[in-house]
């Protein structure tokens, strides 16, 4: 904004601040002259004989997966300097341009500075400055107006991952909306098979171990942009000799620096797993000990209604093997036994009759549903030479240890996502991927493996009267824009609005039936200007306490420590959680400070990784102590141990038999597929990558970072002058959802056929419109199924692009 006159917004900070006669002293900034706005803040340092210096420590912002912990300098009460703090383990310290740019982003001019009320329409940004007592009074009553008119599962409250607040969704009672629909597709499908619970397809090891490893199939993760301190492992990989093959339909950052770039069509990420999979099963190029002993392929199917064999009728399908086994049959006695009987041989590839019922072996069903899926068929439908697709098969098969990366940006975002995780899942498990002692083997979204694998410790929750309890949500984020979900009342956290669901328009039509909508938030993101109240939040460098926030991440407990005070009228979330907690009355359950919390989070801890961890400890060591017992290298499945439902790798999903998909079938996307009538209206395909600038939505407005990158939309170069345009020009891409406006770019990297640009870009930076506008909402009927709920398929859109 910067000054002028938004056009989503109608409101500036700097006119905001004119028109509302804010003196300085009423934003809280301890008598900070000259520093009522950003740009006072970023002023020069004025030399005088003894400048106040001190070093403050926090971790940044975790979107990124990296959870770096940062040593920030404070000079005359400003952050001039960051760098990564020092950890016990050197390979953790870290920082990147992202990080480093929190100098200025913390000030930025889009910071939100005092408590707002809406006093236009809603989604019009126009907004009167109010106390924070008016503004947690407005917001309380109306909780407790909602709950009476419509029970607490009418509020709805929208936690974001980087969000420090621990207790709102329980004392507010309602709705907690955990199903995003983003960054789940892959996992959907790859983590049933390793543990029921699933946990977004997260790696079996951390990427630290591909140094280990021989040949590294890396589909779709341009992990040098988009989790950037992990380069260093990614060259120590190369430098080791592993050869990397990106498979990607654009040339990125990622690619470009690999062994091989292999380009393929999008979305169809699924044919090329299915097609190595008939690869590896017509060579026999399967270990077969390993299935035999570790997985559920010699299990038995009956072939009229596709369950598993158990050894006595199931009555609750939560059962687990130990107390139903699965029945297999045993080579050794000619007879059906338990999986888990003393003894028992289990034939792999095996079919009989029992009581005149067809009973098959998994691996031999997948054997027959493979037969749709020859290489012929992938390469045609992924793009991918046939040979070429034979030979990475025959490196990844036969010349390990070998790894399976792939990443959340590029086929997670199609309607198929669960698919291709299932089929990825299936792949890995035929060669032994997981669970061995050889080190170098793995697979999964190694972008993930700071946060879900490597060392993440279980601090003790705070306990809460018994009915401060979340209420069930009939329905999940990506599904919530209608009157089945029973929202009247919703919490937006941290820009959540936008990034949420496909079809921007839809949302915000629905947004406008809502009887009250709060945003919490840092900075004034597109979601802001949908609220009633707008509460402006700290970022992670101010604290009102000397402890803050605690986190167990990355083989470590981190502490955020105060680096700054509070800026303008700002607030913790901790602050926000205890003052609404007074209103809802349970002000007396909440801890007294985030001292407390802290103590009490370590004191109490139960996992063995951090008991005997205290606070005092953490706070000597400048915020960040080694969790109990870790590995040099995080591996998961060590001793073959799974929490499926046999304890074993579970590739046969019997939950998905209805829907077909109790082995992975080929899905093409529901949009953006090659034969689809609407091509000739709309023949590009709009996909979102992401950016080593950016984290989603965050980081948009830090001025020092958009002096490298403005919202363009990328073609190729054929595709850019086949419409009569030039790179530069401004365009509209458009589809029958909406449309937006910015430059677009000609570029090689960017395959024919196919329009890219960078995710999370606010509206206000576009030149018009949003690129939600456009984006698919389609609802996959198997999605309730799934583990982490419906993926939204961002990058299964098509467009058209013509000159604005």
């Known amino acids: 904004m910067s ?117 236009g329409e809603r989604g019009s940004g126009d907004f009167i400055e109010i106390t924070w007592e008016e503004a947690l009074d407005t917001i309380a009553d109306k909780v407790k107006e909602t709950q009476e008119k419509y029970g607490a599962g009418a509020i709805a409250f929208q936690t974001a991952v980087d969000s420090l607040t ?123 000990p390993y299935l035999k002993t570790n997985t559920s392929m010699p299990f038995l199917v009956k072939r009229s209604d596709g369950l598993l064999l158990r050894e006595r009728p199931a009555v609750d399908s939560k059962q687990t093997g130990d107390d139903n086994p699965f029945m297999v049959w045993d080579g050794r006695t000619g007879s059906l036994a338990g999986y888990r009987a003393d003894g028992v041989d289990p034939v792999l590839d095996f079919e009989t009759s029992i009581n005149g019922e067809e009973f098959v072996t998994v691996f031999r069903l997948l054997k027959e549903s493979q037969k749709k899926y020859p290489a012929s068929w992938a390469a045609k439908t992924t793009g991918v030479d046939e040979d070429v697709l034979v030979e990475i098969t025959d490196k990844y098969a036969n010349h390990g240890p070998s790894i399976l990366s792939f990443g959340f940006g590029g086929g997670e975002k199609f309607y198929n996502a669960d698919v291709a995780g299932h089929a990825a899942v299936l792949l890995a498990t035929l060669v ?108 992670h460098f101010e604290v009102d306490e000397k402890v803050g926030f605690l986190r167990a991440l990355r083989g470590h407990v981190l502490l955020q420590q105060k680096v700054l005070d509070p800026l303008f009228e700002s607030k913790t979330d901790f602050w926000i959680d205890c003052e609404m907690a007074k209103r809802l009355g349970y002000g007396d359950f909440l801890p007294k400070s985030q001292e407390e919390l802290a103590r009490f989070q370590l004191d109490c801890a139960t996992d063995k990784a951090i008991a005997g961890i205290t606070l005092d400890e953490v706070i000597a060591s400048n915020g960040v102590v080694a969790l109990k017992n870790q590995p040099e290298i995080a591996r998961s499945y060590s001793g073959q141990t799974y929490k499926t439902t046999s304890g074993k790798i579970d590739l046969y999903y019997e939950n998905l038999v209805k829907h077909d998909q109790a082995l992975p079938q080929y899905e093409a996307p529901c949009e953006a597929y090659e034969e689809n009538p609407l091509r000739e209206k709309y023949p590009l395909v709009m996909t979102q990558r992401r950016s080593k600038y950016f984290i989603h939505q965050n980081l948009m407005d830090a001025t020092w970072i958009r002096q490298y990158y403005k919202p363009t939309l990328e073609m190729n170069p054929g595709d850019v002058s086949s419409r009569g345009l030039v790179s530069g020009d401004m365009v509209e891409a458009f589809n029958d959802r909406g449309s937006f406006s910015c430059e677009c770019v000609a570029t090689e990297a960017v395959r024919p056929g196919i329009a890219v640009i960078v995710e999370g870009i606010w509206s206000q930076y576009m030149g018009s419109g949003d690129l939600q506008n456009v984006t698919n909402d389609a609802v996959n009927p198997r999605g309730k199924a799934l583990a982490k709920g419906r993926v939204t398929p961002f990058n299964d859109t098509l467009i058209e692009v013509k000159k604005a």
């Open 3 to 119: 000054g002028t006159t938004s056009s989503q917004s109608g409101l500036t900070r700097r006119s905001f601040l004119k028109t509302t006669g804010v003196a300085a002293g009423t934003l809280g900034l301890a008598g900070a002259v000259g520093m009522t706005t950003p740009d006072g803040w970023l002023a020069p340092s004025e030399a005088h004989a003894e400048p106040e210096e001190r070093v403050g420590y926090t971790f940044h912002y975790r979107h990124c997966q990296c959870n770096c912990h940062l040593k920030c300098t404070v000079r005359d009460g400003r952050m001039v300097l960051v760098e990564p703090n020092t950890w016990p383990d050197k390979r953790n310290e870290t920082v990147c341009l992202k990080g480093i740019s929190e100098i200025q982003h913390t000030y930025s001019s889009e910071r939100l500075q005092v408590p707002l009320k809406r006093v």
């Open 166 to 288: 621990t207790f709102l969704p329980k004392l507010l009672k309602g709705q907690e909306k955990p199903h995003r629909g983003i960054d789940i597709g892959l996992g959907n499908g790859f983590s049933p098979a390793l543990a029921e619970s699933g946990q977004q397809g997260a790696s079996s090891n951390e990427v630290a171990d591909w140094k280990n490893a021989k040949t590294i199939l890396n589909v779709g993760c341009n992990m040098l942009e988009t989790c950037m301190v992990t380069a260093p492992y990614f060259f120590e990989a190369k430098e080791a000799g592993a050869e990397i093959i990106t498979l990607d339909p654009n040339f990125c950052t990622t690619a470009a620096k690999s062994s091989r770039w292999i380009p393929m069509i999008a979305g169809t990420d699924p044919a090329l797993y299915l097609g190595m999979i008939t690869i590896i099963l017509e060579n026999e190029w399967y270990n077969e």
């Open 432 to 539: 032994g991927s997981f669970g061995t002692d050889i080190p170098g083997w793995g697979a999964g979204a190694y972008v993930n493996a700071y946060q879900k694998i490597f060392g993440a410790g279980k601090l003790a929750s705070w306990p809460l009267p018994d009915e401060c309890k979340t209420a069930p949500a009939p329905k999940a984020s990506v599904d919530y824009r209608d009157e089945e979900s029973g929202i009247r009342f919703m919490w937006v956290q941290n820009g959540g609005f936008q990034q949420i669901a496909g079809n921007q328009n839809r949302t915000n039509e629905w947004a406008k039936t809502l009887d009250f909508v709060v945003v919490q938030d840092i900075w004034h993101t597109p979601s802001v200007d949908w609220a009633d109240i707008v509460l402006p939040v700290c970022s």
